[in-house]
């Protein structure tokens, strides 16, 4: 069994929407219920804990009414994405995995979620991912100054799984010290040089929804799903 912890606190910056984009609809449907319930109907996951802002509980907690599963937790989430997760896992109980997922990544498959289980099991550690299509470059100030090998470059998504303490104590640390990253494994990486954390190649259909024309795949990718299930 393993807890999850969904980041929903996010204000959607980029989405120039006055709705924070884990709320706006899919067919009539809003996109963090698409993503609950993935989760929800997977056997081996025995909580769900949910970061959200104070303003957003009433709207979460409507959602998750409708969903059939017993052991939601809604929390408040933090001024960044990461402080959002670490309220999360300050209230999971004692499960000795922990899988990571942003609420605006409704198109996850459950093969995906359980394959980052079983990796993080065997090894403690555990992302999904896509190979990167683009060339990648550092830049500075405008200016080209490197290209890295594309073949080792991976697009990271979510989830993220991770044996509990593992991450929990990496939380723990780069808050103290004030560090911070955009995903979790960055913080394991740093804390815990010696985790192996392995990779899944996932699919690029596991996209995040973050701007506007992110929502225009994201009803194609639904229409595609629900076709295949027909
Ligand atoms: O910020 P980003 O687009 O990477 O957001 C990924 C996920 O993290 C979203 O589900 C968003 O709601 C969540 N988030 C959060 N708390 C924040 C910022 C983002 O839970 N302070």
Redesign the pocket.
């Known amino acids: 069994m393993f807890s999850v912890v969904?980041?929903?606190?996010?204000?959607?910056k980029?989405m120039n929407s006055t709705r924070?984009?884990?709320f706006l609809e899919i067919n009539s449907k809003p996109i963090l219920a698409y993503t609950l319930e993935k989760f929800s109907k997977i056997k081996v996951v025995s909580e769900i804990v949910i970061?959200?802002s104070k303003d957003c509980f009433s709207e979460v907690e409507q959602i998750v009414s409708k969903i059939s599963f017993i052991n939601f937790k809604i929390v408040e989430?933090?001024?960044?994405?990461q402080?959002?997760?670490f309220n999360g896992l300050k209230a999971c109980k004692n499960q000795d995995f922990i899988l990571v997922h942003?609420?605006?990544?409704p198109f996850v498959n459950e093969n995906e979620i359980l394959e980052v289980f079983k990796k993080a099991q065997e090894l403690g550690g555990a992302i999904l991912a896509v190979k990167v299509k683009d060339t990648i470059k550092f830049g500075e100030n405008g200016l080209v100054k490197e290209t890295p090998n594309r073949e080792k470059l991976w697009s990271v998504q979510t989830p993220q799984g991770f044996r509990f303490e593992v991450l929990f104590e990496a939380e723990r640390k780069a808050k103290e010290q004030n560090f911070y990253s955009?995903d979790e494994s960055a913080l394991v990486e740093k804390y815990f040089p010696s985790q192996k954390i392995g990779i899944i190649e996932g699919s690029y259909s596991n996209i995040?929804i973050?701007s506007p024309e992110d929502l225009i795949l994201a009803e194609k990718l639904l229409q595609l799903s629900m076709n295949s299930e027909q």
Do not use: C, L, Y
């Open positions: 969904i980041p929903a606190a996010g204000i959607g980029r924070p984009k884990q970061s959200t989430g933090g001024k960044e994405r402080d959002s997760v942003d609420g605006v990544r955009t995040k973050t």
